[in-house]
């Protein structure tokens, strides 16, 4: 029994899963974060392309 109590205490294969989870929660924040600065840029390059466009469509013959 105590045997068994002495390599639960030694295992850290727990430990490591964890690390590897809070690293990729990390990485999911990281991308969430970029991925919104990307959208506010594509969106404001849309806009500023609808409305060329649609200025050049007004002043066609």
Do not use: H, W
Not at 34 to 41: E, H, K, V, Y
């Amino acid at each position: 029994m105590t045997s068994m109590i002495k390599r639960f205490i030694r295992n850290e294969s727990g430990a490591t899963a964890i690390e590897y989870g809070l690293i990729a929660a990390i990485i999911g924040v990281g991308l969430i974060v970029s991925m919104q600065a990307l959208r506010d840029n594509l969106n404001t390059t849309f806009t500023n392309v609808g409305t060329a466009v649609a200025g050049a469509n007004a002043t066609a013959p």
